[in-house]
Nanobody
Framework: VQLQAYGGGLVQAGGSLRVSCKGS????????SGWFRQAPGKERELVGS????????YYAAAVKGRFTISRDKAENTMYLQMNNLKPEDTATYYC???????????????????WGQGTQVTVSS
């Protein structure tokens, strides 16, 4: 399974941005997936995840209510819609995939086996 994240950019505080993650390989549609982010000097943290079958989602407290994860299984693509962006959302965003049961939303970094390269999101104040 290979993952490719794209769609990052520069946006003003309060604005919106959508980043995408294209998966390749037949297994991607049967894996849970998620988004992480890493700001300079900080550890990589989970943004949220989505189960592979029921599209159940889990979000970190810092983004809940502002960010939405969705996926298009026919296109093997996962999305992260980010609204009301704040300067503290500035980071490199990574997508990842993890094995799991149909309704499982992984929440720990070690659960994810496949990683894409990052896409930079910068929020100006």
């Amino acid at each position: 399974v290979q993952l490719q994240a794209y769609g990052g950019g520069l946006v003003q505080a309060g604005g919106s941005l959508r980043v995408s993650c294209k998966g390749s390989g037949r297994r991607f549609s049967a894996l849970a997936s998620g988004w992480f982010r890493q700001a300079p000097g900080k550890e990589r943290e989970l943004v949220g995840s989505i189960s592979w079958s029921t599209d159940r989602t889990y979000y970190a407290a810092a983004v809940k209510g502002r960010f939405t994860i969705s996926r298009d299984k026919a296109e093997n693509t996962m999305y992260l819609q980010m609204n009301n962006l704040k300067p503290e959302d500035t980071a490199t965003y990574y997508c990842a995939a993890a094995p799991g049961t149909y309704d499982y939303t992984p929440s720990q970094r070690y659960e994810f086996e496949y990683w894409g390269q990052g896409t930079q999101v910068t929020v100006s104040s």
